[in-house]
């Protein structure tokens, strides 16, 4: 068995290897434009998730250092943050994990190859190592789990030269300064707002709406809090270059499009956030027969994850119509190995998976936002029970609580099925993590309020939803 890089998560090989099966992996990483590389572990260890949410936890804890102070904490000032110290400890941990990775692949006997891949025939994978020397693996069975890499706007001039993307961002030995980040995708969105958080200025340029696919009404309260927490916004502007000064400084030109207007700025650091794309395009897939989307380049599959090529699957980011979320690839190459391997025939079902964008308010969702309710169901046959809320430790401290929103989407028949439950405020993946259990068992809004609310808490909110958007009602929950 063949598991081909491992940017979707080491667990679902190490499946594989416990039923007994010969293992290989082979996993390379290509340095960024910028010249970034990184260990062991793919996109979510390294150059995502972690990192990320690290980073995340950093500026809340500046929040919480301002929030100290009407809690009796003396605080000296000013209250400064030194990047370096942040990002030596969250690359210091990254390696750490790098490290525990190989560890449990010699320990589960699994054959590792630090080198890039192509099909050479449907059951071989040939590469060369740093050396130069040719490595030939065979295998029955091939798992192609390569993820995706950040785009580059290739039609703006300079953004190869001197951007960078999210690739670069975590590993950066230097605070990256004044900051635009160009996109409204979440990986955007959350970058820029800890970015915000650690006292940078920063700057988000999006094109048209924030957070596609997500509930816009909650990505707009999302975009809404940023900007109250200092993040600025150039809406409805896209840039067209991007030039480097003599104070090494970079000029961005931007056109803004309800202006009409060009408009130009100086900053530090250009990020780009305009998505990402699978990274198949030197596997060699046409010569074996595997199909993929022309337009997206991603790998197509059927519900088994196999391709085109019977022997040969495909799970993660770099798959069609998956969500781009680690723990999906994990669980879908967990239940693949299985079915191969266990005597299994349990199928992924990708169907309300939860999810949560890290942004300074985060936003948690699980199941159909409203539109994707409305649009399948038809508006006349949803109900949308909503509440404005004030978590308790905002109180002390004054914090506006403007954004914090959750609203849950029911079907109207009695039974009134769960279809969507969606959350901004503190901790909102831990919210909705508890949550997803009761949505995916098909829970329904009787049931939700028969459930005891833990007081005082944010989630003891979602127990008490019971006004409607249809009533027309204030939703502000007041009280205790």
């Given at each position: 068995?063949?598991?081909?890089?491992?940017?979707?998560?080491?667990?679902?090989?190490?499946?594989?290897?416990?039923?007994?099966?010969?293992?290989?992996?082979?996993?390379?990483?290509?340095?960024?434009?910028?010249?970034?590389?990184?260990?062991?572990?793919?996109?979510?260890?390294?150059?995502?998730?972690?990192?990320?949410?690290?980073?995340?936890?950093?500026?809340?804890?500046?929040?919480?250092?301002?929030?100290?102070?009407?809690?009796?904490?003396?605080?000296?000032?000013?209250?400064?943050?030194?990047?370096?110290?942040?990002?030596?400890?969250?690359?210091?941990?990254?390696?750490?994990?790098?490290?525990?990775?190989?560890?449990?692949?010699?320990?589960?006997?699994?054959?590792?190859?630090?080198?890039?891949?192509?099909?050479?025939?449907?059951?071989?994978?040939?590469?060369?190592?740093?050396?130069?020397?040719?490595?030939?693996?065979?295998?029955?069975?091939?798992?192609?789990?390569?993820?995706?890499?950040?785009?580059?706007?290739?039609?703006?001039?300079?953004?190869?030269?001197?951007?960078?993307?999210?690739?670069?961002?975590?590993?950066?030995?230097?605070?990256?300064?004044?900051?635009?980040?160009?996109?409204?995708?979440?990986?955007?969105?959350?970058?820029?707002?800890?970015?915000?958080?650690?006292?940078?200025?920063?700057?988000?340029?999006?094109?048209?709406?924030?957070?596609?696919?997500?509930?816009?009404q909650m990505a707009s309260l999302v975009t809404e809090h940023m900007e109250s927490y200092g993040t600025k916004f150039?809406?409805?502007?896209?840039?067209?270059?991007?030039?480097?000064?003599?104070?090494?400084?970079?000029?961005?030109?931007?056109?803004?499009?309800?202006?009409?207007?060009?408009?130009?700025?100086?900053?530090?650091?250009?990020?780009?956030?305009?998505?990402?794309?699978?990274?198949?395009?030197?596997?060699?897939?046409?010569?074996?027969?595997?199909?993929?989307?022309?337009?997206?380049?991603?790998?197509?599959?059927?519900?088994?994850?196999?391709?085109?090529?019977?022997?040969?699957?495909?799970?993660?980011?770099?798959?069609?119509?998956?969500?781009?979320?680690?723990?999906?690839?994990?669980?879908?190459?967990?239940?693949?190995?299985?079915?191969?391997?266990?005597?299994?025939?349990?199928?992924?079902?990708?169907?309300?998976?939860?999810?949560?964008?890290?942004?300074?308010?985060?936003?948690?969702?699980?199941?159909?936002?409203?539109?994707?309710?409305?649009?399948?169901?038809?508006?006349?046959?949803?109900?949308?029970?909503?509440?404005?809320?004030?978590?308790?430790?905002?109180?002390?401290?004054?914090?506006?609580?403007?954004?914090c929103y959750m609203k849950m989407v029911c079907l109207r028949e009695r039974e009134q099925r769960i279809l969507g439950?969606?959350?901004?405020?503190?901790?909102?993946?831990?919210?909705?993590?508890?949550?997803?259990?009761?949505?995916?068992?098909?829970?329904?809004?009787?049931?939700?309020?028969?459930?005891?609310g833990i007081h005082p808490t944010c989630a003891e909110e979602v127990t008490k939803l019971h006004i409607t958007k249809?009533?027309?009602?204030?939703?502000?929950?007041?009280?205790?």
């Open positions: 068995m063949i598991f081909w890089s491992l940017v979707e998560g080491l667990e679902a090989l190490l499946v594989q290897k416990k039923f007994g099966r010969k293992v290989a992996v082979l996993d390379y990483v290509e340095p960024s434009p910028q010249g970034t590389a990184w260990g062991l572990g793919g996109t979510c260890v390294n150059v995502g998730c972690i990192p990320k949410k690290l980073m995340h936890q950093a500026a809340l804890l500046g929040s919480a250092i301002k929030d100290a102070q009407h809690y009796g904490w003396n605080i000296s000032q000013p209250v400064q943050h030194t990047w370096s110290v942040m990002a030596q400890g969250v690359q210091n941990y990254v390696k750490s994990l790098n490290w525990g990775h190989r560890v449990q692949l010699q320990e589960k006997k699994v054959k590792y190859f630090n080198i890039k891949g192509s099909f050479s025939d449907p059951h071989t994978v040939r590469g060369l190592t740093k050396a130069g020397k040719e490595i030939v693996v065979t295998a029955d069975n091939i798992v192609i789990a390569t993820g995706g890499r950040p785009k580059y706007p290739a039609h703006v001039a300079g953004a190869l030269e001197y951007g960078i993307t999210s690739d670069d961002l975590f590993w950066l030995k230097k605070s990256p300064g004044k900051t635009l980040v160009v996109g409204a995708s979440y990986v955007s969105l959350e970058c820029a707002g800890f970015l915000t958080g650690i006292g940078l200025d920063t700057t988000v340029m999006m094109r048209s709406i924030p957070l596609r696919g997500f509930d816009q150039l809406k409805r502007c896209f840039p067209t270059k991007v030039e480097k000064l003599e104070n090494d400084r970079l000029q961005v030109t931007w056109k803004n499009a309800d202006l009409d207007t060009e408009e130009t700025d100086s900053f530090n650091t250009v990020m780009w956030a305009v998505g990402r794309a699978p990274d198949t395009k030197t596997l060699n897939l046409e010569t074996v027969g595997v199909k993929t989307n022309s337009e997206t380049g991603k790998i197509i599959v059927d519900a088994s994850e196999a391709t085109s090529v019977p022997h040969i699957y495909a799970v993660g980011d770099i798959t069609e119509g998956r969500p781009e979320l680690t723990p999906t690839a994990i669980a879908a190459g967990k239940l693949l190995a299985q079915r191969l391997f266990g005597q299994s025939s349990e199928l992924m079902d990708y169907d309300n998976v939860p999810t949560t964008v890290f942004t300074p308010l985060e936003y948690g969702c699980v199941g159909l936002s409203e539109e994707a309710a409305v649009q399948r169901h038809g508006s006349d046959n949803i109900e949308v029970y909503h509440a404005y809320y004030k978590p308790l430790e905002f109180t002390v401290a004054e914090r506006d609580a403007t954004q439950l969606h959350f901004i405020g503190p901790n909102a993946g831990e919210v909705i993590q508890g949550f997803a259990l009761g949505i995916k068992c098909g829970a329904t809004y009787p049931q939700m309020m028969k459930t005891v249809r009533s027309g009602l204030d939703a502000t929950v007041t009280g205790c």
